[in-house]
């Protein structure tokens, strides 16, 4: 059975961000949190930057535990890109969408990744999170539970729809952050809108070890400053820390400098 499919143990749970139903495999962690509210710093980025009219990206959408409260702040002239390549995590994205049809007409699913270009990548769930997965280049020898995906750029996404504003993006892509907002160039330079992406240190560590990559937090850095943002922790209580690579929350808000983001 693949992750994220329904299974006889799956059930709805009704009271998700309130009141969004949800199907929820016990097995599956992300699932499970989504019992007790999922992960409080994105939480607070969603209800400080998501709001009635805006246009949001979930990139990384996986089930829609970011996507559904999205779409749920800003209401019927919003709209949500959510961004999922997984096939088993699009079909339980469906089913939760499908739970919550008010919601169902502000949220386009985009089946695809995103990179820094256009093309096709192996998709494979992470053996020791299940719930999880990742993504490499295409390689000459097969891998059990690997499937080839489509991948485009947040710019030619962005363009596709026609979209001539992007309010708040939200990126959690194991660790592709970097390339992802690499074939952002476009939307962040014109568009300017207000970006939280995962840093999770453990990052820093798989993509030196792996790709022999210095230090891909001071790349994303040094890429968001030269198009003219600054990085941020959302504390508990609301306030804006500034932070820098090296050391970072493991969710990281990039706001654009000429913006002003008064306290709550």
Known sequence: ?????????SFQWPYYDGDLVVWIDPANEIERSMLVGYDPDVAR?????AGPGLHCIDVGANVGA???????RVGPAG????????PPYVERLRDNLAANPALEQRVTIVAEGLSESVGTLLWKPD????????MSAAHPYAVPGELPVPVTTMDALVARQGWERVDFVKIDVEGMELEVLRGAENTLETLRPVVLFETMEVFRTLRREQTGHPD???EI????????????????????????????PDNTLALPRERSFSAP
Request: overall charge positive.
């Open 221 to 248: 850095e040094r890429w968001l400053q030269g198009l003219g943002y600054a990085l941020y922790a959302l504390e508990a209580d609301g306030r804006l820390k500034a932070v820098d690579a090296a050391s970072l």
């Open 45 to 49: 980025a969603i209800q400080r930057f």
């Open 127 to 134: 053996p020791a999170h299940p719930y999880n997965a990742g």
């Open 79 to 86: 709209r949500v890109l959510a961004v999922e390549p997984g």
């Open 216 to 218: 891909v937090f001071a």
């Open 1 to 9: 059975m693949l992750p994220g499919r329904l299974t006889s143990d």
């Open 66 to 72: 970011v996507t559904l409260p999205m779409a749920k």
